[in-house]
């Protein structure tokens, strides 16, 4: 059973999309349920020793898990596809920019102006804002465009809104009301998990030829949170 | 509505809004009036937790667009050549090449720790959770490719037309001991002279390789004659061929040998 398991943990893993206790009851314990922690259990040691992978239970009441590499990272060659290593090159910069941006950046794409409501009443000039605190406009920096079809990315937003949410990369919740409703992105628990506001931050301080104290606040949050 | 106006940290709209629903509410008398000013406070408060968060950001002055532009160098932008097409990248300012994001991925993977995406080397099978019933196949396939993962790439074709060769081999030497008893049923053969080749000690190896099958597979035996050298025949498949073989005893014995000692 608990190789089974461990297989089975394996092949769902491919596509990186969470993996529901419910399935793994389903398709591999089955007529074991009673065992099932002890399955769970020993199928867990089984890829961190075999495997040096860790699975980790990402949400507790609806009960999915992912699993995470366990080892230190290699310096060197790091087997993976190309169009994976772009993948999380694109990730990485996105999840950089919510961070540093403060944890949480709206989704301008998706917030046309709103007609007016009649309840309230100013007098607008119309701010045409370049927002550098929304993320498509930040992507558009490097020549990433959500409406346009990306030479590497093809369809990019729904790289990013649905591959990388459905993967728990990202998290897309709606700001409340918010009329039509807004949204705002923020790190998912995966990338909690595989990487740290630490490592993001070395990464900027990195691409940016600077030291990670440079950016007071951010630093500090980085260093308090494990 | 004019949310954007309000974020702006120059602005004092917010202010100005709040102290006109104050005024407001002073002549609220109804409930649905008072669900309205509630609602207000509502977003007045999410819109004043952005701002506080903006701020927040350009204490530590974190510059997007200074960011944008060293991402672009790191992945080596080429801001001197003028583009002339077409393209996607149809920004002024520079050339992006196109294993920009490859670049990029490559310094990404360095800070995740993703587990790798787990595939057969030997790839022939398809990956969804299957029936039970082959599930246990898959799992000694699974093994098997689990141990060789350490192998180079290239020597997965390799391996596969060996499989055949092996037992072609196998057969060769299951024949030449049959003959050789069917001539002279009652004088077995020394193993060492069966299987050592003079001339190559790989040959050899690849002899006892061989001749292991064969003993597994119950087609031959070994056994120690009087001196305690180890003697090969063809086993005598009967009828119940099997039945007897399973009976007799099954050892496992390790031989070792090396160049010193073939020569």
């Not at chain 2, 993977?109 to 995406?117: I, L, M």
């Not at chain 2, 997965?156 to 499989?163: G, R």
């Not at chain 2, 060769?172 to 002279?184: G, V």
Request: net charge negative; charged share 30%; aromatic share 8%.
């Amino acid at each position: 059973q608990v190789s089974e398991l461990v297989q089975f943990l394996l092949v769902k893993d491919q596509k990186k999309i969470p993996i529901k206790r419910t399935d793994m009851l389903k398709n591999v314990i089955r007529e074991y349920r009673d065992a099932y922690a002890e399955i769970v259990d020993r199928a867990g040691r089984t890829l961190q020793q075999v495997f040096g992978l860790r699975l980790v239970e990402i949400d507790t009441k609806r009960h999915t898990y992912i699993l995470i590499n366990n080892l230190p990272r290699a310096e060197g060659e790091y087997l993976c596809r190309d169009k994976e290593k772009e993948k999380m090159g694109l990730l990485l910069v996105i999840l950089s920019f919510i961070f540093m941006k403060g944890n949480s950046v709206k989704d301008s794409e998706s917030s046309p102006k709103p007609p007016p409501m009649p309840h309230f009443s100013f007098a607008p000039p119309p701010l045409t804002p370049l927002f550098p605190g929304a993320l498509w406009e930040f992507l558009n920096l490097l020549r990433v465009y959500p409406g346009k079809q990306h030479r590497v990315f093809g369809d990019v937003r729904k790289l990013v809104t649905d591959e990388f949410v459905r993967q728990k990369y990202l998290e897309n919740t709606p700001i409340p009301l918010t009329d039509p409703p807004e949204f705002k992105y923020q790190w998912g628990p995966r990338a909690e998990k595989e990487t740290s506001k630490k490592d993001v931050l070395n990464f900027v301080a990195k691409i940016q030829g600077k030291d990670p104290t440079f950016w007071a606040s951010q630093y500090s949050e980085a260093e308090a949170t494990p | 509505e004019n949310r954007e106006a309000m974020l702006n940290s120059k602005s004092n709209r917010l202010t100005e809004a709040l102290e006109e629903a104050n005024r407001l509410f002073d002549g609220v008398c109804r409930a649905r009036e008072a669900a309205l000013d509630a609602q207000f406070l509502v977003i007045a408060s999410n819109i004043g937790k952005e701002k506080a968060s903006e701020l927040h950001s350009e204490m530590s002055a974190f510059d997007s667009t200074a960011f944008a532009e060293d991402l672009l160098t790191f992945m080596g932008i080429n801001r001197t050549e003028v583009e002339e097409t077409d393209d996607s990248e149809d920004a002024p300012g520079g050339f992006l090449p196109s294993d920009a994001w490859q670049t990029m991925g490559e310094e990404a993977t360095k800070y995740f720790r993703r587990a790798p995406t787990f595939h057969y080397m030997m790839g022939s099978f398809k990956s969804e959770p299957p029936v039970p019933k082959q599930r246990i196949e898959r799992q000694k396939k699974a093994s098997r490719g689990k141990a060789e993962r350490a192998m180079p790439a290239q020597l997965k074709k390799m391996e596969e037309s060996h499989q055949e060769a092996t037992e072609k081999e196998v057969e060769r030497i299951l024949r030449i001991l049959q003959t050789h008893f069917e001539n002279d049923p009652n004088t077995p053969i020394s193993f060492f002279d069966f299987v050592i080749d003079p001339n190559s000690f790989a040959r050899t190896v690849e002899n006892m390789f061989h001749v292991s099958f064969l003993i597994r597979d119950g087609l031959a035996k070994i056994k120690l004659d009087e001196d305690e050298l180890p003697i090969i025949e063809p086993t005598k498949l009967s009828g119940r061929g099997d039945k007897d073989n399973r009976a007799g005893a099954r050892n496992q014995v390790v031989i070792s040998l090396d160049q010193k000692e073939w020569k």
